[in-house]
């Protein structure tokens, strides 16, 4: 059972790494902002996150995956990051928390 609670824990804190990293043009982290599809978690601590950006265009296409892989694989027990980024389905914003469109002005 306590291996179980562990991965809990880690999952909650790969959420928590991810809530602080922000859409640069958008003033709302890439997890409210519904940019985070999956986030995986095998017996061996390697993370595989499955994500998408707010458009194919977007201005840190290459930067933010990249921002995304460092700040989970600098959490201590992750021995390893993957992330995989897809546009199906494509992002729009059905896919903002409430949170999310509350902070943008949209409820």
Known sequence: ????????NLG???VKVLKSIYD???PVD???LGLI??????EDNDVKILMTLTSPNCPVAESLPMEVEEKVRS?????SCEVEIT?????SKDL???EAKLELGML
């Open 37 to 42: 599809y999956d986030v995986m978690i095998n």
């Open 87 to 91: 546009f199906d389905p494509p992002w």
């Open 24 to 26: 640069p043009e958008i």
């Open 30 to 32: 890439i997890y409210e």
């Open 1 to 8: 059972m306590e291996e179980f609670k562990d991965e809990i």
């Open 12 to 14: 909650e804190n790969v």
């Open 75 to 79: 959490i201590d027990e992750v021995k």
């Open 96 to 98: 903002m928390s409430e």
